[in-house]
């Protein structure tokens, strides 16, 4: 899980587009695109709330049910489609996996963390 998580955490410089949120900092590689797939980003923001970038109300809160619903609705069409979740840096770690877990009801397999890049990454001594 660790893997997936730097892994997948390199593909914020790709995403500049849909809820402002402030992303933790982190250094790693970006991960290879997948041809023709979209990535499907859930954004948590400072309060909570819950966007999906799929739909007709990207830039409205959606509910637990309509998270589900989109990421099923996503997958069933596309499998391949990686998930993303974009979390402001200031929300609580049980709303990030509260999150997860309504990508996971909605079929999703492997999710991956959406970050900053970092200049220098700070190693620990």
């Known amino acids: 899980m660790l893997v997936l998580l730097v892994i997948f955490m390199v593909t914020a410089p790709l995403l500049t587009q849909g809820i402002e949120v402030d992303l933790p900092k982190a250094n790693s590689e970006p991960i290879q695109d997948v041809p023709n797939h979209r990535p499907l980003v859930l954004s948590v923001d400072a309060a909570g709330n819950l966007f999906i970038d799929v739909g007709d109300n990207e830039n409205e809160p959606a509910s637990g049910k309509e998270v589900v619903a989109r990421v099923g609705a ?20 049980g709303n990030v996996v509260g999150a997860m877990v309504l990508l996971q009801q909605g079929g999703a397999q492997s999710i991956g963390f959406v970050t900053d890049p970092l200049d220098s990454y700070p190693v620990p001594e």
């Open 74 to 93: 996503i997958l069933r069409n596309r499998p391949e489609t990686p998930i993303l979740v974009k979390a402001d840096r200031s929300v609580p770690y």
